[in-house]
């Protein structure tokens, strides 16, 4: 399961990114494991995220992310 602590990580990270680059706001798109520790770890960042007001995507697969090719990944990324 991932801890809060990972959750901050992420959230700081996505500040990090987005900070002062004059830029408007981007969605953050949300990917995990398609189990239910992932399912859960979806829920408590899509949450921490829009509390800090950032737009948030999940992206659903059947399979672990990291088990896709790079054309399906573009794929899943694009076809929001």
């Not at 004059?22 to 829920?43: Q, S, V, Y």
């Not at 800090?52 to 990324?77: A, C, M, V």
């Amino acid at each position: 399961a991932t801890s809060t602590g990972k959750v901050q990580s992420i959230v700081a990270r996505a500040q990090l990114a987005s900070k002062g680059n004059g830029t408007t706001r981007k969605c953050i798109g949300i990917w995990l494991d398609p189990d239910g520790a992932g399912r859960r770890a979806t829920r408590q960042l899509e949450q921490a995220l829009k509390l800090q007001g950032y737009d948030t995507r999940i992206i659903r697969s059947t399979r672990d992310p990291k088990y896709h090719s790079n054309n399906e990944i573009r794929s899943y990324l694009t076809d929001g």
